[in-house]
Each structure stands twice: as structure tokens, then as C-alpha cells.
């Protein structure tokens, strides 16, 4: 249902401002009759049964939770004559995104302590029973609140993880530059998949360039540019550190949050070994389901790797194998981009079965943004 400034929602919330609206949802700023304070109400657009669910998945997992960098959750309910709602604290702040729109790049010592929070806030959920993974972190979803506070927000495609299990509870889902490789397709997402995010994160912060697709690094049509090649000013130990946290193989890299936040402040950056036990449990990651959510790429390029029978492949036959990987990864990622830029008419989002989503700017954030209403 569409809100008007004024509107009161379960007898309890008067919408006084719209601060964001994007495909799927919007959120508002309202101001609590009870509590007599202001809080941020986020409304789901999709009536579909599988959205609906993943909505009250992201209002149980925040209900439970209680970090100093994390937001809080106090409502969830549904109305009878139509919407889905969350209600949270407001806080005032300003994305990590809209910094970088401004500033190009952040200063170390800036970006590097608010990727030290948000390290905590990871270590928190990391540490929860079962374990929370975000599986969303980048820019836009760290909110810096006036006091210097970094708030990790938009749970909307988190998941509990379950030793073991290669489906859990949570929508599968990417974002381009900030994903690892094994969040493509059917791939095992754990703990250190939100260390490779939050590394690609701070790249960015440090640098104002994206990092390269991890999926494009993975098939060798790309490499990654280190740092201090686009900012030299970046401490040797932070470049050492970010890299470490972007190394493709999970098994090489951070074993946990407080492990990065310890590199990033000059500790060792070598790739920890899970420990037999522990509240953080890391499952077995196969790299070659990367390549399942593109299924034709997938089989183009096993059937380009395999040596043709009783010969050797030649070296002129070898660099046209190259090149035919290369064209279609090129293609198949413009079409990506461009599906989702809505440029062949897509509206910014994909599907593949019951649950697979494409995250990009459509997930709506429960915190203000002191700047310019407009989707995000």
C-alpha cells in the first residue's frame, strides 16, 4: 500500500517523511505515539509468499541481535488490508556511498577505523548461534552516524549458516566488484565471504575504484590491481591486509573478523586455520560452482579446458581457447550489467528459482541518510 505523510500504521506509527523508495520497498521516517520517539518503518512492496518470508527472515534475524554497530529492530507485523512492515530505531547518518559520490576516496585512518567497527559487528554475528552472515556488505550498506559510529545495515539477503548444509536458511545473491566467488550460483557461503566483501569494501574506500569482479579474476580474464597502485598513500600493512582479505580461495583467507581488524592494524595477514573447535564453523568451499549462475559459461569453459583426445593441444589452439573464454565472459557480464542497468529491460534484478535475487540498489536500508530523498 502507498504511505502519505500522516498516515498512522497499526495504531501506533505516524509517517512523517519519505526517506527512500525503490522497487521493492521504501522506508520512512514516522515517529512512535507510544514510545514518543522517532523510528524508521521499512515497507515491503512484494506480496509474492517467498518475499514475504525473506522480510520476516530479515526482522527475526535483526530481533535477536544487540551491537552498539548494528541497527535494532522493535516491530514487525503485517496489516490486514495489505503491507508488510519492519520498525527500527532512527538513527541520523550518512552512507559510506554518498561519502565516496562526495570525496572520491576517504582518508586511511578514517576508512580503516570504520572498517575496524564494522569488523566487530561481524564478529558478533559471526559468533551467534548458528552464525549470521550478512552477505551484502559494501558502501551503501555501512551507514556513519554524526558521532562517528559505523551502523552495518539492509540484512534483506542474510543467512543462518548450518555446518554442513549448502542450502540455508537465506536468498541466494551477488553484487558485482563486492561478492566472493563462491556467493555466484550455488557456491558455500560462510563467515569469510563477508571478510572478502568487507575487503572489497575498504578497497574501494581507499582507492574510489571498484575492485574486479571476483567471478573475472577466478576464470583469469582479469587481475586485481593493488591498491597502492591506484593511491599510494595507502600504508604498505593496509594494501597487505586488503589483499589478503580479497585472495579467492576461502581457505586463504581471514579466518574471522577479529583476525582482519588485528592485520589492518599491523598484525600478521597470513590466512588463519580454522580451529578444531569454536563458535565460528567453516564449511568446505568448492570454487567451481562459481560459475553456475552463468550455466552456458560454465560448460563452455570445462569443455575448453579438456585436451583433445590422443593429442596434445597446440599452442595456437591453446591461445584460442583463451580468447573464446575471454569473449564469453566479456559477454555474458555485459549482458549481466546490462539486464540489470534496465537497459534491455530489465528492472535491476534476476531470478532463478523460489529464492536467487540480485542484489543491487533496490535493498532498502532502515537508517536515515541526511541527504537527498531519492532511491537508494
Same mark, same amino acid.
Given at each position: ?5 500522516g498516515d498512522?500504521?497499526n495504531h501506533?506509527?505516524r *509517517?512523517?517523511?519519505l526517506?527512500? &523508495? /525503490?522497487?521493492?520497498?521504501? =522506508?520512512y521516517k514516522?515517529w512512535?505515539l507510544n514510545?514518543?520517539k !522517532?523510528v524508521?518503518?521499512?515497507?515491503n512492496?512484494?506480496?509474492l ?16 541481535v ?5 541497527p535494532r529492530?522493535?516491530d ?6 495489505g503491507?508488510?512492515y ?7 547518518g ?12 576517504l582518508?586511511?585512518?578514517q576508512?580503516v577505523g570504520?572498517?575496524?567497527?564494522v569488523c566487530?559487528a561481524?564478529?558478533y554475528?559471526?559468533?551467534q548461534?548458528?552464525p549470521?552472515?550478512?552477505?551484502d556488505?559494501k ?8 558521532d562517528g559510529?559505523?551502523i552495518?545495515?539492509?540484512?534483506? *539477503?542474510s543467512?543462518?549458516?548450518e &555446518? /554442513?548444509s549448502r542450502?540455508t =536458511?537465506g536468498a541466494r545473491?551477488?553484487?558485482p566488484?563486492?561478492? !566472493? ?5 550455488d557456491?558455500?557461503?560462510d ?9 572489497a569494501?575498504?578497497?574501494?574506500l581507499?582507492t574510489?575504484s571498484?575492485p574486479?569482479?571476483s567471478?573475472?579474476r577466478?576464470?583469469?580474464a ?5 591498491p ?5 598513500s595507502?600504508?604498505?600493512?593496509v ?6 582479505a ?19 592494524a599491523?598484525?600478521?595477514?597470513a590466512?588463519?586455520?580454522?580451529a ?6 567453516i ?10 549462475a552463468?550455466p ?6 570445462a569443455?575448453q ?13 591453446r591461445?584460442?581457447t583463451?580468447a573464446a ?7 555474458t557480464l555485459a549482458g ?6 534496465g537497459?534491455l ?6 531470478s532463478e528459482?523460489s529464492e536467487q535475487?540480485?542484489a543491487g540498489?533496490?535493498g532498502?536500508?532502515l537508517i536515515?541518510?541526511s541527504?537527498?530523498?531519492r532511491?537508494?
Amino acid at each position: 500500500m502507498s504511505l502519505a505523510i500522516g498516515d498512522v500504521l497499526n495504531h501506533r506509527y505516524r *509517517i512523517t517523511a519519505l526517506l527512500g &523508495q /525503490g522497487g521493492m520497498g521504501a =522506508v520512512y521516517k514516522a515517529w512512535d505515539l507510544n514510545l514518543k520517539k !522517532p523510528v524508521a518503518v521499512k515497507e515491503n512492496f512484494d506480496a509474492l509468499p517467498d518475499a514475504q518470508r525473506q522480510f520476516e527472515r530479515e526482522a527475526t534475524l535483526l530481533a535477536r541481535v544487540s551491537h552498539s554497530n548494528l541497527p535494532r529492530v522493535t516491530d514487525h507485523f503485517v496489516l490486514s488490508e495489505g503491507g508488510q512492515y519492519l520498525v527500527m530505531d532512527y538513527v541520523e547518518g550518512e552512507s559510506l556511498e554518498s561519502m565516496l559520490d562526495r570525496q572520491g576516496v576517504l582518508p586511511e585512518e578514517q576508512a580503516v577505523g570504520w572498517t575496524g567497527q564494522v569488523c566487530d559487528a561481524l564478529t558478533y554475528l559471526h559468533n551467534q548461534s548458528p552464525p549470521i552472515i550478512h552477505r551484502d556488505i559494501k558502501p551503501a550498506n555501512i551507514r556513519i552516524t554524526h558521532d562517528g559510529r559505523a551502523i552495518l545495515v539492509d540484512f534483506g *539477503i542474510s543467512k543462518l549458516f548450518e &555446518q /554442513g548444509s549448502r542450502t540455508t =536458511v537465506g536468498a541466494r545473491a551477488f553484487t558485482p566488484g563486492y561478492s !566472493p566467488p563462491e556467493q555466484y550460483g550455488d557456491g558455500s557461503t560462510d563467515a569469510r565471504s563477508d571478510l572478502y566483501a568487507l575487503g572489497a569494501t575498504l578497497y574501494h574506500l581507499l582507492t574510489g575504484s571498484l575492485p574486479t569482479e571476483s567471478i573475472r579474476r577466478m576464470v583469469g580474464a582479469a587481475e586485481l590491481t593493488p591498491p597502492r597502485l591506484l593511491n599510494p598513500s595507502i600504508s604498505p600493512g593496509v594494501e597487505r591486509a586488503v589483499l589478503a582479505a580479497l585472495v579467492l580461495p576461502t581457505e586463504q583467507r581471514f579466518r574471522d573478523a577479529a583476525t582482519f581488524k588485528a592485520a589492518l592494524a599491523g598484525g600478521p595477514v597470513a590466512a588463519t586455520k580454522p580451529a578444531a573447535t569454536g563458535p565460528v564453523v567453516i564449511a568446505p568451499t568448492v570454487a567451481a560452482p562459481a560459475l553456475a549462475a552463468t550455466p552456458f559459461l560454465g560448460a563452455s569453459v570445462a569443455r575448453q579446458a579438456e585436451p583433445a583426445t590422443g593429442s596434445a593441444p597446440s599452442g595456437r589452439g591453446r591461445g584460442w581457447t583463451v580468447a573464446a573464454m575471454a569473449l564469453l565472459l566479456v559477454a555474458t557480464l555485459a549482458g549481466f550489467l546490462l539486464i540489470r542497468g534496465g537497459l534491455l529491460g530489465g528492472d535491476g534484478e534476476a531470478s532463478e528459482g523460489s529464492e536467487q535475487i540480485l542484489a543491487g540498489n533496490e535493498g532498502l536500508s532502515l537508517i536515515h541518510i541526511s541527504e537527498p530523498t531519492r532511491p537508494y
